[in-house]
């Protein structure tokens, strides 16, 4: 077995407003592991931002450790996390944040650009995934341009583009309508069986919560309840390939 992707211990956040402290995040451990998929839920306010922030190294933790790919995060400087942010992590949240100027196809290859890639090479991987998401006859769309449903798949498309191990999504569908959240959803579970992405949801969407193989609960900065259900699909394929590889002598004998 690999090691886990993720590993939290004793993780606290506290914020300090308007002179006193607000501990958020009160003693979080979690281990998550390459390839599966889980969802974070409970009420607002809870600290799911939070935790999801600092796992997604947006946000420092005010104690405790997370391990990120044999990584300890914390006490790293910010350039070294930065790097591990671009190469390890792809994020998508509630509202998309695609820059209004640059078309679907510009907004997908951006991350690439950022980091110096050149158009040329970004330009394959960008209109694989687009046309992965189902967006091959929107590529030269802006943002203004498409639906909303249509602008989440393209920022879906972005966080994908430098291949990360792990995506982070903050309600990626909050504000869709019930039948472009379920395509969305269906999409995660796609990516996760292609690539292996390892993905971390918070959602408040109850039937997509409950069709997550894994789902837990934070209350009130703590993890309430951590239920497994099964494997991702993405497991479920490697579990049933390596029952193969293992019948396969045995055919053979
Ligand atoms: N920078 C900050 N300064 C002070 N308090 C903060 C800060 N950020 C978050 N909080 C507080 O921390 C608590 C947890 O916030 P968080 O955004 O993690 O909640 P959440 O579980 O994601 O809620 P929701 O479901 O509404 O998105 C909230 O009560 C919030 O007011
Ligand atoms: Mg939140």
Request: net charge negative.
């Amino acid at each position: 077995m690999s090691e886990p992707l993720i590993v939290i211990e004793n993780l606290q956040k506290s914020f300090i407003h308007m002179g006193s402290r607000l501990d958020v995040l009160r003693g979080i451990d979690l281990v998550i592991d390459q390839g599966e998929v889980l969802a974070i839920v409970g009420p607002s306010g809870a600290g799911k931002s939070t935790l999801l922030h600092c796992i997604g190294t947006l946000d420092l933790p005010t104690s405790g450790r997370i391990k990120l790919a044999g990584e300890h995060l914390v006490g790293l400087p910010s350039a070294r996390l930065a790097a591990i942010r671009n190469r390890t992590i792809g994020f998508v949240f509630q509202f998309h944040h695609l820059l209004p100027e640059f078309n679907a196809l510009e907004n997908v290859m951006m991350p690439g650009l950022i980091q110096g890639k050149s158009r040329k090479e970004m330009e394959g991987p960008a209109t694989a995934l687009l046309t992965e998401v189902g967006l091959a006859h929107r590529v030269t769309h802006r943002p203004g341009e498409l639906s909303g449903g249509e602008q989440q798949r393209v920022a879906l498309a972005r966080a994908l583009v430098l291949s990360p191990k792990l995506l982070l999504a903050d309600e990626p569908t909050g504000n869709l309508d019930s039948s472009t959240s379920k395509a969305m959803h269906e999409l995660f579970f796609e990516i996760n069986r292609k690539h292996g992405t390892t993905i971390v949801v918070v959602t408040h969407n109850p039937s997509f919560a409950e069709s997550m193989p894994r789902m837990v609960t934070v209350t009130d900065g703590k993890i309430e309840s951590d239920v497994r259900r099964g494997h991702s699909p993405f497991e479920a394929e490697r579990a049933k390939a390596a029952e193969a590889s293992a019948e396969a002598p045995a055919a053979e004998a």
